[in-house]
Nanobody, 128 residues
């Protein structure tokens, strides 16, 4: 069972990247997915989450209007489209999965901790 984030890289401010969260060993469509990031010297921050059906989404204020979370259950993948990137978006981005959207939302908003699966991160660097 594995969850892997990919798609990171180096981009100039104002640019875009699309991150992917892919699962192996289990079916992602049954899970809510959260995206998190951690910048050097800072605590982990919840960025966005999406319910298993895709019908419910959440965005942190810091990324609202710039980032879009989506999922393609046929491809067992969840995406995070990041536009208008800023240097403060520089971080390692992680995805996590849990059967409960409520827990995913609570973890993403920092109220709880404990999603079922956590993946390895992908690094995003935004240069000014």
């Amino acid at each position: 069972v594995q969850l892997q984030a990919s798609g990171g890289g180096v981009v100039q401010a104002g640019g875009s990247l699309r991150l992917s969260c892919a699962a192996s060993g289990f079916t992602l469509e049954r899970y809510a997915i959260g995206w998190f990031r951690q910048a050097p010297g800072k605590e982990r921050e919840g960025v966005s989450c999406i319910s298993s059906s895709g019908g419910n989404t959440y965005y942190a204020d810091s990324v609202k209007g710039r980032f879009t979370i989506s999922r393609d259950n046929a491809k067992n993948t969840v995406y995070l489209q990041m536009n208008s990137l800023k240097p403060e978006d520089t971080a390692v981005y992680y995805c996590a999965a849990d059967p409960s959207y409520g827990l995913a939302l609570a973890t993403t908003t920092g109220k709880l901790y404990g999603m079922h699966y956590w993946g390895k991160g992908t690094e995003v660097t935004v240069s000014s």
